[in-house]
């Protein structure tokens, strides 16, 4: 559904780029060349949480080809320096979270499994990693902690001496006595205890960096996959590696996959810029899928109880949680607003609950560094609220859908305050709930579990209402650039991981100047090229470039109006633009944008973000499960749902976004986690064989029916979408799994419901008691 | 995530096998699919010094029906070719029905049948399937040929009776006129390997003729559950839920990612029971 806005949106416009990507025109990192480059491999930790001795790198050295072999001893007389987290929370008393230094390569001790020791450079890349392996690396272990209830234990072992008891913040948002009164006053008060497994990004393309060096220009150039150069090149310039920023062009080409941790910079990418000035060489650098596991950071790693108070007519008073955020290891380069901020923003989901409180300690474990991933703290609160809100159904013998429609945010209460201080923008959750249940055919459902029942199958039908609140830096100045050859080139600062931004951004300039889309180039990802730029992240890039290049397109019709005046000889107050053309009011004489880029030169527009990020998309979910009560096994038979994203730019990569958010969603909620070994503190997940990704056959044909307002807080009515779908997904699964257990005494459930899990709670509730 | 150094040599006959083992050592591994034994070197779960790979050598090769009536599979045969083979569908249509459960396409393109016998992954498919079938393993070494009974060739937890110096030729099948048999494993996802798995032989006749089921993934082999078969045998109404409560004698699992021996047991009693509808309804549809 297109607003008018813009007209001219809305096109299943098919992905520009797929042609290119489809038959191997990508150029991904490791699709450069780099004639001569040398290549780096990292030695790791293999030790959860060990004291340094000395290191002996005399035999690496030695071996055939390698060029040098690094260890904290040169990184820290390099001065390389602390990889900073970019934003930052207080604890009640206004205190900072601690944040302890995180560099490259640790000196003292390593506090993870996969943590970067050394790095070895040479010739070939089988040279490297024999040489690593001659590393002699002293450890003296120490006893680790994972969880992050372990961590947060009296006596737990201490990560950091500078965070007693883990604690890196005692965060807190939302007023307790408004919430502790409601509760005192509730009819009824439903609780959970949720634990949410740890999650690995899994893109398809794994981390890589490669450093050249350009010795006229005493200038490096680092390419990386990224989800935006100029956070990279900040980071890495101004507080790692301490070097004026025209010595690091950061270059970023085609990315497969990003979901937030292809954002912060990591150690290799700054250990192989730093080879690179040091050595006046090219060096260059591939992640393996083992080190992926190891070394990138994880996310949703996260315990709560939570509760909800409710009054006697079952509308919703109040809500509170207390929860422990494991951040691993460091603070990661955003994860200080990710479970905090995360979940303040979605805690009271769908709902006027007039009341909110969110108790979180945040704790540092012997873990990879935790950071945003597609839906950043928002899914794995989602799945305990909507859990939650099942749970107080049946508690009180209410339909779980009425409940829902109960407690929903009226449609004409927009603007709406929540409790936790947040304003949503616009939507009709009413009506989302109508096409959410028309979509999943909640009608039928009776029918189809009959026919599960009768094959002996158990069948649940799962609801969950979800949103996002889309977030990310609106630091855009998009520059469109209309070529004497009949081209526009248009670049921008935000990064494309593979969604598509190449397709919907020429769109909007197709739209705003009357242009076909194939005469338009997006250019992103080069710190040489663009001015600044915010990056990819918190699902917002269609509202930050989007509305910017038409703000840019607009400076480009004014710029070019005058020109156009003088080549038709008439006066510019006579001319109107329409249709990729100026046109002398009152006659067909016109002259077209590209003719006037040829015949008096390249036009450009420049303009910069000025609308506001933030937007809420909303959703509510269905899903249908089939469950085999002999194994205990899942499968999702049916998933929907009615989604609110204002203004659609494009129907296909709105659906593209969808499925893949939803089956992100469902990878969580059935198989995938990233265990530690309690004891050990090593990965249990360290491979594909070993971490369960769905496939395809784990997936439904995914169904959504858009109901959409369009959002009041930019120009083109647009609302973020990337993670929507991935918020409310585990939950509408979780739910669906309860629905089917729950008559059979199943009572809760905790994340990925594998059939051992599943099989053991019948079990359980089977046996009597 | 490398291999440790290694030597390569190939093998261009069975001599040159013989040869090249002989020079090489007692670590050194024959490669044939590579699918089992690369990723333990990348894995560094071995060290074999030298790989001997035997993928030229044709006397490991080809399927073909030999003097008693028997179906020889050669060792090199992918499971792939066992698949989509014309002959394997007709006399052994089970080993065809295996190879749908195994892996996925790029995997079953190079792994061997020889490859997965020899590796003996308690939780693989074809190994269970040639202890149900009661096939006999061809192994060859320098003295000549010697011929095992499957399940006497798999003795344990990735072990088999074969000498160091000994090679798996090929697996022959016996014929087995009117006997039917079915394959049914429960995996978390298509191609995974079993969390458990069944292989149920039985006939001429009715499912309750001499029926041999033999489970995998729930042991360190594959494992012909002798009590239940004896319970099946009887026949009648109970005979089922007797089998599935003799395997509680028949099954000691091992707890895996998947889960504990309580939940390995369920797993097999619902196997068994699929198992042995599937044969009846299969009968019921001729
Ligand atoms: C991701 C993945 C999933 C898999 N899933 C399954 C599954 O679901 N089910 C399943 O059954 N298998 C599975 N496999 C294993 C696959 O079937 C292997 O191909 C097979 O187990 C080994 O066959 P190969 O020819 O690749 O043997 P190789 O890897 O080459 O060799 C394995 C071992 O057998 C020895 N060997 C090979 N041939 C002979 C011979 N003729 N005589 C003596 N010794 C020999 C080798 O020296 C080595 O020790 C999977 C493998 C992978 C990588």
Redesign the interface.
């Known amino acids: 559904m297109a607003y008018d806005v813009l007209p001219g949106l809305g096109q299943p416009v098919r992905r520009l780029e797929d042609p290119r990507l489809l038959t191997g025109g990508g150029r991904f990192t490791d699709d450069v060349a780099a004639p001569g480059a040398l290549h780096a491999v990292f030695v790791r930790s293999p030790h959860a949480h060990a004291t340094l001795l000395p290191a002996d790198t005399t035999d690496a050295r030695a071996m055939p080809g390698v060029v040098a072999v690094y260890t904290a001893v040169d990184t820290v007389a390099a001065g390389l320096g602390h990889n900073p987290a970019v934003v930052e929370i207080k604890d009640a008393s206004g205190r900072r979270h601690i944040e302890p230094p995180r560099l490259p390569m640790a000196p003292d001790k390593v506090r993870h499994v996969g943590e970067v020791v050394a790095m070895v450079v040479a010739d070939t890349l ?1 040279r490297a ?2 040489a690593a392996e001659l590393v002699e690396i002293g450890y003296e272990p120490l006893p680790a902690v994972v969880t992050g209830d372990d961590a947060a234990a009296s006596g737990a072992p201490r990560v950091h001496a500078a965070a007693p008891g883990n604690v890196l913040c005692d965060w807190e948002r939302g007023d307790r006595a408004a919430v502790d009164a409601a509760f005192a006053r509730a009819a009824h008060v439903s609780r959970v205890r949720f634990r949410s497994p740890r999650i690995l990004a899994s893109y398809l393309e794994t981390r890589s960096a490669l450093a050249t060096w350009d010795a006229a220009k005493d200038q490096v150039t680092l390419t990386t996959p990224s989800q935006g150069v100029h956070v990279l090149q900040r980071l890495l310039c101004d507080n790692i590696l301490h070097v004026p920023r025209e010595r690091l062009r950061v270059v970023t080409h085609d990315v497969g996959g990003g979901f937030g941790p292809r954002l912060p910079p990591y150690a290799e990418q700054s250990l192989v810029v730093w080879a690179a000035l040091t050595l006046k060489r090219a060096v260059r650098w591939s992640q ?3 080190e992926h596991h190891l070394a990138d950071t994880h996310a949703r790693d996260l315990i709560a109880e939570a509760s909800l108070a409710l009054d006697a007519d079952g509308r919703f008073l109040a809500i509170k949680v207390d929860s422990i955020a494991n951040f691993g290891a460091f603070v990661s380069t955003v994860n200080p607003t990710i479970p905090t901020g995360g979940m303040a923003k979605v805690l009271t989901s769908l709902y006027d609950i007039p009341a909110a409180h969110i108790a979180m300690r945040c704790v540092f474990s012997n873990t990879a560094p935790v950071d945003a991933f597609r839906g950043a703290g928002k899914p794995e609160t989602l799945v305990f609220v909507e859990h939650l809100v099942d749970k107080a159904a049946r508690e009180t013998g209410r339909d779980p859908i009425a409940l829902r429609r109960l407690n929903f945010v009226r449609a004409d209460a927009f603007p709406y305050r929540t409790a936790l201080g947040y304003r949503y923008d616009s939507g009709d959750f009413a009506r989302l709930m109508d096409e959410a249940l028309r979509v999943g055919d909640h009608s039928g459902f009776a029918t189809r579990r009959a026919a599960s029942i009768a094959r002996g199958r158990l069948r649940g039908f799962g609801v969950a209402g979800h949103l996002h609140g889309s977030g990310g830096w609106g630091d855009e100045t998009s520059i469109v650039t209309v070529g004497a050859d009949g081209t526009i080139e248009a670049r921008t600062g935000t990064q494309s991981q593979g969604q598509g931004h190449a397709t919907v951004y020429a769109q909007v300039l197709a739209a705003s100047l009357g242009v076909p889309v194939e005469r338009i180039r997006i250019v992103q990802g080069d710190s040489d090229r663009i001015p600044r730029g915010g990056g990819t992240g918190g699902s917002s890039s269609m509202i930050i470039s989007g509305t910017t290049m038409k703000r840019a397109a607009d400076v480009v019709i004014a710029a070019a109006k005058d020109r156009a005046a003088d080549l038709l000889e008439a006066a510019a107050a006579d001319l109107v633009y329409d249709d990729g053309a100026f046109t002398i009011v009152g006659t067909d004489r016109r002259i077209g944008l590209f003719e006037i880029a040829a015949r008096a030169g390249a036009i450009e527009g420049r303009a910069d973000f000025a609308d506001t990020v933030e937007t809420w998309p909303t959703g509510v979910a269905t899903c249908e499960v089939e469950i085999d009560p ?4 899942v499968a999702v038979a049916r998933f929907d749902a009615a989604v609110d994203v204002g203004t659609v730019v494009n129907p296909l990569l709105l659906a593209g976004q969808l499925h893949g958010g939803y089956a992100t969603g469902l990878g969580q909620a059935l ?1 995938e986690s990233a265990v530690y070994d309690r004891e050990s503190g090593q990965l249990l997940a360290a491979t594909l064989m ?1 971490y ?1 990704l ?2 395809a ?2 997936t439904p044909l995914f169904g959504h029916a858009i109901a959409s307002t369009p959002s009041p807080n930019n120009a083109l009515g647009i609302k973020g979408v990337g993670e929507l779908p991935t918020n409310g997904a585990a939950a509408a699964i979780l739910n669906a799994v309860m629905d089917a257990l729950a008559p059979l005494g199943v009572v809760d459930l905790q994340l990925p419901l ?3 899990r599943v ?2 709670a019948l079990q359980a509730a089977r046996r009597p008691s | 995530m490398k291999s440790p150094p290694l030597g390569y040599v190939r093998a261009m006959d069975m001599p040159d096998v013989f040869r090249l083992r002989a020079n090489a050592g007692p670590d050194a591994r024959v490669l044939a699919g590579g699918q089992s034994l690369l990723p333990t070197l990348a894995f560094r779960l071995s060290d074999p010094g030298t790989l001997i790979d035997i993928t030229r050598v044709d006397a490991l090769r080809g399927i073909r029906l030999v003097a008693d009536g028997a179906l020889r599979v050669g060792a090199l045969t992918t499971h792939a070719e066992l698949g989509r083979d014309a002959l394997v569908r007709v006399r052994v249509p089970v080993l065809a029905d295996a190879v749908g459960l195994i892996a996925h396409p790029a995997i079953r393109n190079r792994g061997t049948i020889g490859g997965s016998l020899a590796y003996a992954d308690p939780a693989a498919e074809l190994p269970a399937v040639c202890v149900a079938l009661d096939a006999v393993v061809i192994a060859v070494g320098p003295a000549g040929e010697r011929r095992i009974a499957a399940r006497d060739f798999l003795t344990g937890l990735f072990t088999t009776a074969l000498a160091g110096d000994e090679l798996i030729a090929a697996v022959e099948f016996r014929p087995m006129p009117g006997r039917r048999t079915v394959i049914h494993e429960l995996a978390r996802r298509s191609g995974d390997y079993a969390m458990a798995g069944i292989v149920l032989a039985a006939g001429p006749g009715t499912p309750t003729h001499d029926p041999r089921p033999v489970f995998f993934g729930v042991g360190d082999r594959p494992i012909l559950a002798t009590r239940a078969a004896a319970c099946l045998a009887v026949g009648g109404a109970a005979a089922l839920a007797a089998a599935q409560a003799a395997l509680d004698g028949d099954l000691d699992p091992p707890s895996d990612q998947h889960g504990g021996p309580a939940f390995k047991r369920q797993l097999a009693r619902v196997l068994l029971a699929r198992a042995v509808n599937s044969l009846i309804d299969a009968r019921d549809a001729r």
């Open positions: 089988e990693k024999d393996d899928r083992t002999e194994t205990g096994s198989m070993d369960a769905p496939r056959d784990d594998t059939p051992h099989w053991q």
